[in-house]
């Protein structure tokens, strides 16, 4: 069963529904909810004739009109971040432990390293707790603006790590921090992919809802299993460059 908006709304403009959806999810409102509306709009579109622009407005400002009834703002909790906080401070450490072990076996925590851990491990809370604007800014933005935002915040994370290099704060065995740091990465990992948080797809009045919901979560699945890979490997890539030019500058 397709949940996707442009095949319940399939004679209204693309580009006016994706905007339409996306208002709508960053507001809280229920996928259902969405449906209901998507079948309204073409309806009338159907029945008038008339573009769905002309008739319902810019969609970012009709999204705000119906959230303004049908919005349910979903609670922040903040322990749903500490996995993943935590998950990305297990991979700073696995990183710089595994390049450590195969070296000399010894893994010098300076405050670069202080500095890379806990930028990831405050990174999900305020993603969490600013996320929505946020995602309009992202939405609003094009490619190379979010580049270049992505290549500054990078930036200034590694001339941080870079100019905390000298401050040495202790000298470890590699291994015995490598080994559960990759444990806890793991079992981080597992709990992401296995989280069974709400999933809410939008659905067409009289839908079977269990159908949609059941391709949601495989759906799910799949992308958190696609993102997560690449969050890990992208994180990894930027612990890797920030922990080699820290050494070399050293």
């Given amino acids: ?13 693309a580009v006016w529904v994706d905007a339409f959806v996306v208002e709508l999810r960053m507001r809280d409102v229920p996928g259902d909810v969405i449906g209901d509306v998507l079948s309204e709009v073409e309806s009338h579109v159907l029945d008038s004739g008339a573009d769905a622009a002309d008739a319902f407005g810019d969609p970012v400002q009709y999204a705000a009109q119906i959230a303004e009834t049908a919005g349910r703002p979903t609670p922040e909790d ?4 500490v996995p993943i906080a935590l998950g990305g401070a297990a991979l700073v450490l696995a990183v710089d432990g595994v390049v450590a072990w195969s070296g000399d076996g010894a893994l010098e925590v300076t405050g670069g390293t202080l500095c ?14 600013h996320g929505t604007p946020l995602l309009r800014y992202l939405v609003a933005s094009s490619f190379w603006r979010i580049w270049l935002l992505s290549t500054v915040l990078l930036g200034a994370l590694v001339g941080l790590a ?11 065995p590699a291994a015995p921090v490598a080994v559960p740091a990759l444990a806890v990465l ?5 709990l992401g992919l296995r989280d069974r948080s709400l999933v809410d797809p939008v659905v067409a009045p009289g839908a079977d809802r269990a159908a949609a919901e059941a391709a949601a979560r495989r759906d799910a699945r799949r992308t958190t299993l696609l993102v997560t890979g690449m969050q890990v490997g992208c994180l990894a890539v930027a612990v890797g460059m920030t922990l080699l030019l820290t050494r070399l500058a050293g």
Avoid at 1 to 13: L, Q
Avoid at 162 to 172: A, D, G, I, K
Avoid at 186 to 190: G, K, L, P, S
């Fill in 1 to 13: 069963m397709s949940t996707e908006p442009t095949d319940i709304a399939p004679h209204v403009d």
């Fill in 78 to 81: 903040p322990r749903t971040m």
């Fill in 116 to 129: 890379l851990v806990l930028a990831v491990l405050a990174m999900p809370f305020v993603v969490q707790r």
């Fill in 162 to 172: 870079l100019l905390t290099r000298s401050w040495h704060v202790v000298t470890l």
């Fill in 186 to 190: 793991a079992v981080t990992a597992v």
